[in-house]
């Protein structure tokens, strides 16, 4: 449903699938590097924060935010739309900044 670059490696891309994952890549590798669970929600939309610590994805109704460092979702916005997500956009400068919407 959706794939990206990050902004800060140029071998480093993610990608969101209507398979509720959202995966991390290596351009210098077959294999996801790492892979996130949306619990079966369909991924709409994802984008990383400015300093590449966070990945933002639209899990149907759910904005969630997984920390980059740790691998463990950090938030779960449940309240904030209700339609799916199907754009979600990361501020270019501001690492706490994100615009989403259906």
């Not at 890549?25 to 929600?41: E, I, N, Q, Y």
């Not at 739309?81 to 259906?102: E, K, Y």
């Amino acid at each position: 449903n959706a794939i990206r670059f990050s902004q800060l490696d140029s071998n480093s891309l993610f990608s969101a699938s209507s398979d509720s994952t959202l995966r991390l890549w290596d351009l210098r590798s077959p294999s996801p590097s790492h892979s996130f669970s949306a619990g079966g929600k369909e991924i709409w939309a994802a984008d990383m924060n400015a300093d590449g610590t966070q990945l933002v994805a639209g899990c149907g109704h759910l904005l969630r935010v997984w920390d980059l460092r740790t691998r463990k979702v950090l938030r779960n916005y449940g309240d904030v739309h209700t339609d799916d997500i199907t754009q979600v956009r990361c501020h270019p400068t501001l690492a706490s900044a994100v615009v989403s919407g259906g």
